[in-house]
């Protein structure tokens, strides 16, 4: 099933509005064809986070493709008292505005550390400059939640997760996107339907409280239920009382795909409620949990051996409650004006940035930050590693075809399995990758930093 | 300005998965035509919130209106395993599925407590389950972030708030609908330029550190900002040195309208560059601050008495970082089928119900939570007071057109106001407000709960 569109509306004007300010700034100054280089990375993990996994590029690489200013919208900044004094040709130029730059990516699902580049901009100053608030929240978020999802899958041991929050989803847009980043880190769907219709992941879901509610009985729900859907049954059998549902269920035999526990102490419920299920010769029926999940209680529940299937996880998933964002920044680090290039830098406290556009090389253990120029020989001779940047837009079109949800998970899959139990741990402690930066970019750094009085 | 339409991509498909295969269940079943009624609440306010603001209903109300699956959709979900066995008349039903019920709710803007509904359904039963997702998602977040709002606003005591957090919000779309709560819960505008289009709301920002590194020197970058915005300049002066940076912006002298601190110790500085701005004469230009705020901070930054006249919070009030999310449900508690009227109760572990629709009456010092049938003379002779749940939409359509953003921005002010200090406090302890459950209420409850054995 193809992708279908994303939502068009609003994409160009969602953002800060200081990004609207500065373009007018450059117009007028003449900087509009000045050559910017921005950078989209974090300076620090959050402080229970070991990695972060890279996802969201096809919706930064949508609203890049489909950037444009609506007569209605160039119409409302023109009221806006900020632009009184501002030139008509400010917003002849918005209206014929694209991008036309470049745009240098890792792949969905790459893990990164911090300080490396989630992508890379190349564009006219003013293009550059205004894509910044949406990449920063798409990409942000997505990564977000992937980084949570590949936490809870990896505390499950193999055991499928179901991403289930869109309700407790920050927006319901943000449900659908959040259930698409949870598929890429690793779980294995969704119970977002539009989620599944736009990008084709597996979707689950049989019946609410309120079904059950609904019947005058639980039994009539139960059998209502199994007569709708057949081996795709699940009960939820805690309405009332969990062991009672449990054997009201196991009454009515095949067919059934499982039960489902959505509340009290769903260790001891598992095991109690496994036992009832093969007394009834439903040996392969299954048991998923869900209630308040994440991976620290998935990790217990898993390390007590309940015996629980499938676990369905919710807010705390679509939230990443522990941790609901991460601190992308969107910094310039070059720019080619019409005096030659320069390597700007911030030296306010605590907020340094490297200068100049850069490559992330991949070893089997540690990353090189280096300049994008700088040629590591990957694979010849010495240590094997990757170049993680690739080409994704040139000129304002796309380079290649995106990757799939489904190959953005794989490729997530394989790259957590390459990352040492340190990094896979969900505590922290010390750095659990290496990161190193590469004698030309700390030479970039000090010498930019030395002539960086103003 | 008219605030222009919601996007409707995917709304009605927008849902968990099981509220789809229960439609079809409830079409088996025969039950299509049943009526039901279902309240959207919070069972326990989060442990760290005193009241939670109602905000989102425009938007609910909005996807109510145009409640619609296209054929593609519908299409989709065919070719989906758990339909395998569904009668076509089904999806023929789903193709002409319109929301025909009447909706209750409380105005944008109140202030609520556990157990009190946001909202009343009262519709076939197919709608009002099916609708159930959409719902939680919209309200939830949008009285999540309103909430944070009221929180944030207040302990800035008359001053200024600007909500900055777009980048850091959950999806681009999040950033719109948490700057429109934001507004609704006491910010004086935003950052976003989509909100301040899609709802009149005032619209903030000037430049950010990358137009001072787009220069050559922050002098001049400070020139060409004036030049371009004479009275609404804000000049960021962190990028290299802060006072420094405060010195030049002073040697600029007027038009201003101040400059923003941005990173570093916040108080200290907005003393030191206070002093640099009076000494050059300009003691009307103000300070902004900026940078991981959140209301604890701020308080903090008000008791030391630091000469901050505006606030912009990003991450933490478009995240409620430190809530992100409220435990919203959606409740049947009414049932009219062919039988007669039953009223549902849950009964699992921890999550029971309160049976039958409801109405919340406010006095001066605490709530009553009672039967929507009851009478309370509200100001006739006893103490006086109010009903909060009011119609919104009767049978599909809408009752009354919606309180404005702002209009509800101030009914949250007013109604905050009247609250008691212990409320409004940033700190959690006793239960802050008292709710009082009706007689007829608890009768019911009980005998419900009695009979409730299946």
Known sequence: ?????????????????????????????????????????????????????????????????????????????????QFEHTRPEFFDMLAGLRFTGDLFAVREGTPLFAGEPFLTVRAPLIEAQL???????TIGFQSTIATKAARVVRAALGHAVVEFGTRRAHSPEAGVLAARAAYIGGCAGTSNAETGFRYGIPVFGTAAHSWVMSFPSE????????????????????????????????????????????????????SAVRRILNEAGLEDSKIMATGDLNEYKIQELMAARAPIDVFGVGTELATSADAPSLGVVYKLVELEEAGGRRYPVKLSHDKQTLPGAKQIFRYADHDVLARSSECYSCGEGGAVCEALQRPVM????????????????????????????????????????????????????ETVSKGAAV
Chains 1, 2 share one sequence.
Do not use: H
């Not at 990695?51 to 444009?68: E, P, R, S």
């Not at 239920?225 to 009382?241: C, K, V």
């Not at 949800?405 to 010390?430: H, I, K, Q």
């Open 219 to 270: 039994l009539a729900a139960f059998e209502r239920l199994q007569q709708l859907l057949g081996e795709s049954t699940i009960y939820l059998i805690d309405t009332y009382d969990t062991l009672e549902g449990a054997r009201r269920a196991a009454s009515l035999g095949r067919p059934l795909w499982g039960v489902r526990l959505d509340s009290g102490n769903l260790g001891e419920l598992a």
């Open 131 to 137: 894509i910044e608030t949406y990449l920063l929240a």
């Open 1 to 81: 099933m193809p992708e279908p569109d994303q939502p068009k509306f609003g994409a160009a004007l969602n953002t800060d509005f200081y990004e609207l300010t500065m373009a007018a700034g450059y117009f007028e100054a003449g900087k509009a064809q000045d050559r910017a280089t921005f950078e989209l990375f974090v300076r620090r993990l959050p402080w229970n986070r070991n990695f972060v996994l890279a996802a969201g590029l096809t919706q930064a690489v949508d609203y890049l493709l489909n950037l444009k200013f609506t007569g209605a919208e160039i119409a409302y900044l023109k009221t806006l008292p």
């Open 394 to 445: 040139i000129g304002g079109g796309l380079a290649e075809s995106l990757p799939t949800v489904v190959e953005a998970r794989r490729f997530a899959s394989e790259s957590l399995g390459r990352l040492p139990a340190t990094c896979l741990s969900l505590f922290t402690g010390e750095p659990a990758w290496r990161v190193d930066i590469s004698p030309e970019l700390t030479t970039l750094y």
